[in-house]
C-alpha cells in the first residue's frame, strides 16, 4: 500500500491501511469520504491493487466532469470498460440525477441495461457525505473515511519523507526537525495535496526546505 496517504508509523496511518485490507477482501460497493485532498483516488486505486480485481481494469471518471447531455451513456461506457475490475466514481456527489438515478438502478437491478450486468466493483469518492441523498448513500454497503491531515500530525515525518522520494535528485534528509516541526503546526486547508504540492516544488529547486523559504512559496499569488 505504497500510496501518500496510507503512509506513516501513527495509529491513524495504521487504521487506515487496515481498514483498505478489510474492504479489499469483498466485493461490495465502497465509499471514501474525507475532505478535499485527503487522497481519496489514490486510496480507491490501492483497494483496487490489494484485491482479486487487481489484475483488472481500474477505471476511474470525475462525476464532476461528466457531459451534461448524456452522463448516463457515459456511465454506462466505463462500467463496460471496467469489466470485472473497479470502476471508480470519483466525487459521487457531483452526479447528475439521471445518472444518480441509474446508478442506483443498476446496483438495484444488478445490471446497467438489458444484456450489460454489472461486473466491476464499484467505489465512490466524496468530500461530503453529509450531502449525499440518502439513496446514493445506501449504494455503498461499506465506507471509509480519511481524516484531516490535522488529525494525524504523527504521520507528517513520513509523508514528507514519502513525498521527497518522488522528486528527482530531492534527499530524505532535505527537512530537518525544525522543518518537520513547523510544518506540522501549520493549517492545511488543501490537505495532503496541500502538502505534497509545497513540498515537491520546494524540494525541485535543490535548496533545502526551511521555514522561511516555504513560507514564501506558501504566500506567492495562485497557491
Keep these: 500500500m505504497n500510496v501518500l496517504p496510507l503512509c506513516g508509523h501513527g495509529a491513524v496511518a495504521r487504521a487506515l491501511r487496515h481498514r483498505v485490507g478489510v474492504l479489499a477482501g469483498t466485493w461490495r460497493p465502497a465509499l471514501i469520504a474525507g ?5 481519496q483516488t489514490e ?3 490501492a483497494l483496487h491493487d490489494e484485491s482479486r480485481r487487481a489484475r483488472a ?3 476511474q471518471i470525475d462525476c464532476a466532469a461528466l457531459p451534461p447531455m448524456a452522463p448516463v451513456d457515459f456511465v454506462i461506457q466505463a462500467g463496460r470498460a471496467a469489466g470485472e475490475g473497479t470502476l471508480c466514481l470519483a466525487w459521487v456527489e457531483a452526479l447528475l440525477p439521471r445518472a444518480r438515478d441509474a446508478l442506483i ?7 446497467f441495461q438489458p444484456g450489460m450486468p454489472v461486473r466491476a466493483r464499484l467505489v465512490g469518492t466524496t468530500a461530503d457525505r453529509a450531502g449525499l441523498p440518502k439513496a446514493l448513500d445506501r449504494v455503498f454497503a461499506e465506507a471509509m473515511t480519511l481524516p484531516p491531515l490535522s488529525a494525524r500530525r ?3 515525518s513520513m509523508l ?19 522543518t518537520l516541526a513547523w510544518l506540522a503546526a501549520q493549517d ?6 496541500e502538502l505534497a504540492a509545497l ?6 529547486s535543490g535548496m533545502p526546505l526551511t521555514p522561511a523559504l516555504l513560507s514564501a512559496v506558501r504566500r506567492r499569488p495562485g497557491r
Excluded at 199 to 204: E, I, L
Aim: hydrophobic fraction near 55%.
Design 35 to 39: 475532505p478535499f485532498g485527503a487522497g
Design 199 to 204: 513540498v515537491a516544488t520546494v524540494a525541485a
Design 154 to 156: 504523527a504521520d507528517l
Design 105 to 111: 438502478a443498476a446496483v438495484d437491478e444488478g445490471a
Design 188 to 193: 492545511w486547508p488543501g490537505d495532503l495535496t
Design 160 to 178: 514528507v519523507v514519502r513525498i521527497l522520494t518522488s522528486v528527482p535528485d530531492a534527499a530524505e534528509d532535505q527537512a530537518d526537525a525544525g
Design 43 to 45: 486510496v480507491a486505486r
Design 57 to 59: 481494469p481500474f477505471v
